[in-house]
Nanobody, 127 residues
Framework: QVQLVESGGGLVQAGGSLRLSCAAS????????MGWFRQAPGKEREFVAA????????YYADSVKGRFAISRDDAKNTVYLQMNSLKPEDTAVYYC????????????????????WGQGTQVTVSS
């Protein structure tokens, strides 16, 4: 069983930064792509970013491109989301997820492509 635990959320002013972490259990973390999603109040969950199993390829939603950066440290079984220049519209619960397919070369923005999810961490950006 894989467990994903997010941390690093909090309250920040617009223009500020936060770094989210997602710690994964299991010895096969490095074989899977990972993704970040978010869900704002009253809205559907949406894709934020993904990183390939090798770490060599990343993929971002247009709304965060140039402001957010996803990375991974396989030695620590952890994936990160560095969020800069935060805006009030970035306020949401942020979730990390593991790709359903081992060593996939494709990165997906769709929830069905991910099989394990964390419990989420709240990010609130004040104006």
């Amino acid at each position: 069983q894989v467990q994903l635990v997010e941390s690093g959320g909090g309250l920040v002013q617009a223009g500020g930064s936060l770094r989210l972490s997602c710690a994964a259990s299991g010895r096969t973390f490095s074989n899977y792509a990972m993704g970040w999603f978010r869900q704002a109040p009253g809205k559907e969950r949406e894709f934020v970013a993904a990183i390939s199993w090798s770490g060599g390829t990343t993929y971002y939603a247009d709304s965060v491109k140039g402001r957010f950066a996803i990375s991974r440290d396989d030695a620590k079984n952890t994936v990160y989301l560095q969020m800069n220049s935060l805006k009030p519209e970035d306020t949401a619960v942020y979730y990390c997820a593991r790709s359903r397919t081992v060593a996939s070369i494709n990165l997906s923005r769709y929830e069905y492509a991910y099989d394990y999810w964390g419990q989420g961490t709240q990010v609130t950006v004040s104006s």
